[in-house]
């Protein structure tokens, strides 16, 4: 029975902590877009590649002798 005294006002204390980390995330944009990152992720972007050098671009332009 004593150590209800003492479990009790711990957990209610580890619940108000809990509830103000969730409520500073909140307030701090944590959770605005949750739903974004992951349809950025699915859209298929070939244009930067296709402007990208290759490697193969790269080391011809390293070996100025080169016939090819």
């Known amino acids: 029975m004593e150590a209800l005294y003492l479990l009790i006002p711990v957990s209610v204390a580890i619940v ?3 509830l103000w980390v969730f409520f500073k995330a909140s ?4 959770f605005d877009d949750l739903v974004g990152p992951g349809l950025r992720i699915l859209q298929d972007d070939d244009s930067a590649a296709a402007q990208a050098p290759t490697a193969i671009d790269a080391g011809k332009a390293q070996h100025p002798d080169s016939s090819q």
């Open 27 to 30: 307030d701090g944009g944590q």
């Open 16 to 18: 108000f902590v809990a």
